[in-house]
């Protein structure tokens, strides 16, 4: 179980560290609004990955019980869209692009709905969370639903704690990231290793 869940949770910490979106909506919140703002913010996009972990338990653990060979089909489809992954993030801009300018401080609660949103209706995390936990199960023979679960859990765990920090260490973090130019290029490169480090993995 320890030889899945430790590179589990070290790919999940690296994954949730790396640009995107969610973790920059995050910490433009910070920025603009304060801390309790960001923080909220990050509580609502993590809380949504409880709906991505459902879809996949469910549906992955039934084709699991089905046939063995479409268990492997469904790895074997994480990894190429893993591989893809590292491939568009090798295309991409390595500039890190954010602002505070415009962003108005919304209620509370309307910003945990508005997290939680746009995790679940992001069709992306869906696909991803498709990809990368299947190859982490550690007995695919037995429960695993609750297996899935677990991990979900830990992945959101992860979530809450990083975005968390990123939502406190807002104004710092933009800090640094606009006196290190390079900062953009080290997290792109760490991506893509991780990506084809982990499509290497759910093969072998």
């Known amino acids: 179980m320890l030889e899945q869940l430790i590179p589990f949770l070290t790919a999940s910490a690296i994954l949730t560290i ?34 991505h972990t459902s879809l996949v338990a469910f549906g992955v653990s039934a084709i699991i019980k089905s046939s063995e060979t479409l268990f492997f089909i469904i790895k074997l489809f994480g990894a190429v869209y893993l591989l893809y992954l590292a491939w568009q993030v090798y295309k991409s801009d390595p500039e890190i692009a954010y602002s505070a ?47 899935f679960y677990i991990l979900g859990g830990i992945f959101m765990l992860v979530t809450i704690m990083i975005f968390g920090s990123v939502a406190l260490l807002a104004g710092k973090i933009s800090t640094y990231l606009k006196k290190h130019k390079h900062s953009g290029v080290v997290l792109k490169w760490l991506q893509i290793v991780v990506f084809i480090g982990i499509a290497v993995f759910i093969l072998v």
């Open 18 to 51: 790396s640009p995107g979106p969610d973790i920059i909506y995050v910490m433009v919140q910070g920025m603009a609004n304060g801390k309790k703002h960001g923080f909220v913010t990050a509580l609502g996009l993590a809380t949504g990955i409880i709906i």
């Open 101 to 147: 300018k415009g962003i108005k401080a919304k209620p509370l609660f309307s910003l945990f709905k508005q997290g939680f949103i746009m995790n679940v209706l992001n069709p992306k995390v869906t696909i991803f969370f498709l990809a990368f936990f299947p190859g982490f199960l550690w007995v695919p023979g037995g429960n695993t639903v609750v297996q």
